[in-house]
């Protein structure tokens, strides 16, 4: 099976010439591209919608082009780059189009982006979509705009008249549309508004993806409809329901195709983009499940070797092979018609790598059937939450994938599981964040608390707490402690060694969330690992804590911009080890921070992948059960070959060692025969 290349491509046509149609040509043949994406209308020769006329303009223009790559046995997609539009970029719609735009939560109107719910506008995309279909593309996607929110300059849509009168039918009663947002809003128990605006937004978007699919299929049979996607925290407050967006937009006898968003359109540091890549790839791909072809983007904004290197561009391919992923999207050159650029060596980068991406979809992960701590996600979260001050639509943002990047960056074996109100889960390591468990009963938080390892945060134990389940927990009291206010000030592992440091600090001052102080009742199962302190070395409550020999609780909230980034210290990844070893089986990587582990639910392959800039020079994994041989084979680029080595692997106290390097940004795969 051969990783497929896709890439993203934009001719302008008013002023392509044969010269760069022939450099596309021969870049596609040197780097060993499958599949050509032409962008329409996109970002700086983006001109409001086209009419039916001007759609044409560029068709005609592709169509040359796509005969050609045909005769070399490489398909055409389309990537029209605008569905609702991206922004207000001074354009108006044009009179001849005349569907009406959104207006924001605010009451601002957008000037040239629709209205996902208008009738017009609703006729209009199905139409250009089938005009998009009459050329009979490969795949026929839909960019990433295709949502309620990140439409700048405005804000959460829509509540234009007529989705008013659709909310107050709903509703039984008229009402403002401030009166409304203040509702949908406002602190504590969700109002119905809420409801009703999250229902209305997850079901238009479910109805245009299937007036699009039948409008396409209809023209074209054979064309796959894709669906570009964004945040999936972001996702949840517009109440995406994945599995039946996906449906509607697949159609009859067609696959699921997605393009889950690689967060790194800039190189950053690997170590950083690895917190992100679980945060939004691995969440997104989980709830996407194992059997939707998935096809991340690599994005080079703004396109050149200034902005992202050879070596991370080969990085952030290759570590798709962590989400089952396809092949990927390549978005390498710029968006006004420059073309192809030889000078940055691309063509020659992606042909060295892609018979290792394609050796290891010979072996593919599958993201439902690996093992470890699984952290739970629910797409539905923002039904639920409670907000703090009720002004924003940022407080209806899930904070449950905290515990992703973190696990991940740790060390630790993890699985991302989506989980919904009828949820079972028994024997299971989970680890649950933020408001996560309002979603549940009682009973049922009952049953997940009691019969499973569980990981909690502060804010989790704060939901267990209002909702009168505090015992769960054996918690005489509990109280918040803003931080920055001149109590806590670090954390203290006291009797714990972790790098070779006796009681061990961390901080409890910057770049993480309020303080949850826990008092236990007397003679409970309580096993206190760290405590509070403040400036002055006063002790001042207990911070973590095992809890009858299976509950393991992380009393903080999230910093509103730093989210938990006090905690990414090499001081309570050691601890965390130590505490959850103490009392189950588990895997993890013993003095590899940011290398990533992977594991098949049979053991019998893993992946590695090292998210720093330093190498490893040997391999120390802590086992949750033995393996099934002591022998490997280690599946890896080496140079610009693969190789498949067989190592021995040398088991001491339930830790196997396998004496092989490691490299900087690089992944590997095991074969246990």
């Avoid at 591209?33 to 592709?62: R, Y």
């Avoid at 060694?497 to 006796?502: F, K, L, R, T, W």
């Amino acid at each position: 099976m051969a990783f497929i290349y896709t890439l993203r491509y934009m001719l302008d046509p008013r002023t392509n010439t044969p010269a760069k149609d022939q450099k596309l040509l021969n870049f596609v043949k040197k780097g060993k591209i499958d599949d050509v994406a032409f962008f329409i209308n996109g970002e700086e020769l983006n001109h409001s919608h086209l009419t039916a006329e001007e759609t044409q303009v560029w068709l005609d223009a592709i169509k040359p082009l796509q005969k050609k790559l045909q005769e070399i046995g490489v398909t055409t997609s389309l990537n029209p780059w605008t569905t609702i539009m991206h922004s207000d970029r001074g354009f108006s719609i044009n009179p001849k189009i005349g569907f009406r735009t959104f207006i924001d939560l605010n009451g601002h109107q957008a000037k040239d982006m629709a209205c996902p719910a208008d009738p017009t506008w609703r006729k209009y995309i199905t139409e250009t979509y089938a005009q998009y279909a009459s050329i009979h593309p490969r795949r026929l996607w839909l960019e990433d705009d295709f949502r309620h929110y990140n439409h700048t300059p405005l804000k959460l849509m829509c509540f234009c008249d007529y989705h008013m009168k659709l909310y107050q039918q709903k509703l039984g009663k008229a009402e403002l549309r401030a009166t409304f947002v203040k509702n949908m809003l406002k602190p504590g128990k969700p109002l119905p508004e809420r409801k009703i605006y999250l229902d209305q937004a997850r079901q238009e978007m479910i109805e245009n993806e299937h007036l699009i699919e039948h409008a396409v299929h209809q023209v074209s049979p054979e064309t796959d409809l894709a669906q570009m996607t964004s945040f999936p925290d972001w996702h949840a407050i517009e109440g995406r329901d994945w599995q039946k967006l996906f449906a509607a937009q697949a159609g009859d006898g067609h696959p699921q195709v997605a393009r889950p968003h690689l967060p790194a359109y800039n190189e950053v540091a690997p170590l950083k983009y690895g917190r992100a890549f679980e945060e939004y790839t691995r969440v997104t791909a989980s709830y996407l499940g194992e059997n939707t072809e998935l096809y991340p983007e690599l994005e080079n904004y703004m396109f050149s070797p200034l902005v992202k290197s050879l070596s991370f561009i080969k990085f952030q391919i290759i570590t798709t092979a962590l989400v089952s992923s396809k092949g990927i999207l390549l978005n390498l050159f710029d968006m006004m018609g420059n073309g192809i650029n030889d000078s940055w060596h691309y063509a020659e980068a992606l042909a060295e790598i892609k018979p290792f991406a394609s050796k290891l979809l010979e072996n593919r992960l599958h993201v439902e059937h690996l093992r470890g701590i699984k952290i739970l996600v629910d797409q539905d979260s923002s039904y639920s939450i409670h907000t703090t001050n009720g002004v924003a639509s940022e407080e209806l943002l899930p904070h449950e994938k905290n515990w992703a990047s973190l696990l991940s960056s740790f060390g630790f074996a993890t699985t991302i599981l989506p989980v919904n109100n009828q949820t079972q889960l028994h024997n299971q390591i989970i680890a649950i964040a933020g408001q996560l468990l309002r979603n549940f009963s009682n009973q049922r938080i009952t049953n997940l608390i009691q019969n499973n390892t569980v990981i909690l945060d502060g804010e989790s134990i704060n939901v267990l707490v209002e909702r009168g389940l505090g015992d769960l927990l054996h918690i005489k009291q509990a109280e918040w402690h803003k931080v920055r206010s001149a109590y806590q000030s670090f954390e203290q592992a006291d009797g714990c060694i972790v790098d070779g440091v006796q009681n061990p600090r961390i901080t409890m001052l910057q770049h993480t969330g309020n303080y949850l102080k826990l008092d236990y009742d007397e003679n409970s199962d309580v096993v206190v690992w760290s405590k509070a302190y403040n400036s002055t070395d006063k002790e001042l409550g207990n911070m973590m804590a095992v809890i009858d020999q299976h509950i393991i609780v992380l009393p903080i909230d999230q910093d509103p911009k730093h989210g938990w980034e006090a905690q990414f210290t090499t001081y309570k990844q050691g601890l965390l080890q130590q505490m959850l070893a103490s009392i189950v089986s588990i895997d993890y990587l013993i003095a590899m921070p940011n290398v990533k582990l992977n594991i098949q639910n049979d053991g019998h392959l893993a992946w590695l992948a090292n998210f720093t800039l330093d190498a490893y020079h040997q391999i120390r994994w802590h086992l949750s059960k033995p393996l099934s041989n002591t022998h490997a084979t280690i599946i890896r680029q080496q140079g610009k070959t693969v190789s498949a080595k067989q190592v021995p692997i040398n088991i001491k106290d339930g830790i196997a060692i396998i004496n092989e390097e490691l490299k900087p940004l690089e992944t590997i795969q095991l074969i246990f025969d």
